[in-house]
């Protein structure tokens, strides 16, 4: 209530007041109302941009830890409403000895209606989806780890870490980097949520334990000598439909980074589940490193060589900590660590990842300085097949001095977003000499390695139509 109207309340009962007990409960009663209209506002805007976000496709309702985030606040600020509105209320009554005035109840209850409605909105939104529900047990991954595999899953309940590969039990503590043993029984070392385990890279059957009621997952790896096909891709924020749809006719999946949104376990989880169980090479985004990648990935993440068969992975991160800046320390270690590898390298398949683009069409665009620095490395070295970037969320393809640069963040999006542009041969903008073809359909890219050439083909998940191919 404005402060005329106080004023004119205290006047009509000052014959019961002295003046100071007026100008106290005047007061009062004006710094509840003042409360109550900043929160209302406060409380408008948050609203007003978690709808924006969602708008814009910044983030989901999939997103099940930042909807919550910001419901907290907004039920906190109604609370907060409802509580002052009452204050107020009875501070009319001692001036006019009544219940609650027109104005105290319609803010009281309109506190409580919108707060209602919004949360009933939050939980019926989030039990129409089937995200972060797979059950009590999430994966398991496999991601090469030197001349080992690394096998990784969560459980809902803490408990202890078993894996049994042809016979052979296999147990470890929350980090792989620390005491690694092998039991002949079911006994472990300590119970946690997470479990790493590294086993051997052998062909065979990976059961991985529920040593709480004792069920297992049972996997069927054969590693090949040769790897002939591949997928390729980035950006995918923890979409389970983009996994769904992205097959498993594969030997090697190469990930470009941001498998999720805000870091959570499951988002890496639901880029797998009840998909396939290839084995998973992958580079840090700027999402990623936000939440639980180090529980997950188990390793050096800023930079680090990885070997699968004849396939030679590079996987390279220069951001810093939740950020798309370039942490040059970082990058300027990497670089000579990257040439002092790549003078050494011995494969004729050799692939960098890296999350943040070296050419690119899309939004974000490239980073003209590290770019340069980068391509003095492979232009020393002769040794790399290909960059593999994402970041932007579209498809674009380069080839500079017979090394292809993709850009493979076609797999951001939703499914059913409209057919984008495209763009053919040489453009405009930095790097655009080298430019092969741009789309911004949702995509993934499927790399052949059979006999002595390559072959990449960006085919729409959609319909899984080709869009384009390269042959080289």
């Known amino acids: 209530m404005r402060t005329a109207q106080a004023i004119e309340i205290v006047s009509e ?43 814009v496709n910044y983030i989901r309702l999939t997103e099940e830890h930042i909807y919550w985030y910001f419901n907290v606040v907004i039920v906190g ?13 009875h501070l009319l009554k001692e001036f006019r000895n009544a219940k609650k005035t027109k104005h105290g109840k319609r803010l009281s209850w309109a506190s409580i209606v919108f707060t209602t409605m919004f949360v009933c909105f939050t939980i019926a939104s989030l039990c129409g989806q089937d995200y972060h529900r797979i059950g ?50 079911a006994d472990v ?81 639901d880029n797998f589940y009840n998909t396939h169980t290839r084995p998973t090479i992958m580079c840090v985004g700027n999402h990623d490193q936000i939440g639980e990648i180090s529980q997950i990935m188990q390793r050096d993440y800023d930079y680090f060589k990885q070997t699968f068969a004849d396939v030679s992975v590079y996987s390279l991160f220069i951001f810093k900590y939740a950020s798309i800046a370039e942490n040059r320390r970082v990058t300027t270690k990497m670089l000579k660590w990257l040439k002092t590898e790549l003078q050494a390298e011995t494969l004729s398949k050799v692939f960098i990842l890296i999350h943040q683009p070296i050419y690119s ?22 040794k790399v097949t290909a960059v593999i ?18 850009v ?4 951001g999006g939703y499914l059913d977003r409209p057919q984008g542009w495209s763009a053919q041969g040489p453009s405009s903008g930095f790097g655009g000499e080298y430019h092969l073809a741009s789309y911004s ?25 080709v869009l384009w191919e390269y042959s080289k």
């Open 13 to 55: 009962n000052q014959s019961g007041l002295d003046a100071v007990r007026a100008r106290q409960i005047n007061k009062r009663f004006n710094l509840c109302n003042n409360i109550c209209h900043i929160f209302n506002i406060l409380d408008f805007l948050i609203q007003l941009t978690l709808l924006i976000l969602f708008a």
């Open 77 to 89: 600020f109604s609370l907060i409403n409802i509580f002052m509105s009452a204050l107020s209320s």
């Open 136 to 185: 009590d047990q999430y994966g398991p991954i496999f991601f090469p780890y030197n001349d080992q595999i690394q096998v990784h899953w969560w459980t809902k309940q803490k408990q202890s870490t078993l894996v049994q590969l042809n016979g052979q039990y296999y147990t470890s503590t929350n980090n792989i980097n620390s005491t690694q043993q092998i039991a002949d029984s």
């Open 189 to 269: 070392l300590s119970k946690s949520h997470f479990h790493n385990v590294l086993v051997p890279r052998a062909n065979g059957t990976y059961k991985v334990f529920n040593t709480i009621d004792g069920s297992s997952v049972d996997v069927v790896q054969q590693y090949p000598d040769q790897v002939t096909r591949m997928l390729i891709s980035s950006d995918t924020h923890g979409v389970r439909q983009y996994a769904q749809l992205m097959g498993s006719d594969f030997q090697l999946h190469l990930h470009a980074g941001d498998v999720s949104m805000c870091g959570h376990h499951s988002e890496f989880f």
């Open 361 to 382: 069409k899309g939004f974000f665009g490239a980073k003209s300085g590290f770019t340069a620095r980068l391509n003095e490395v492979i232009d020393a070295t002769n």
């Open 389 to 406: 970037s994402g970041h932007d969320h579209i498809f674009s393809a380069y080839e500079r001095n017979g090394v292809n640069y993709f």
């Open 408 to 411: 493979v963040g076609s797999g």
């Open 441 to 465: 359909d949702f995509a993934k890219l499927e790399v052949d390695l059979a006999g002595n050439g390559i072959k990449y083909t960006l085919r729409r998940l959609v319909d899984q139509a």
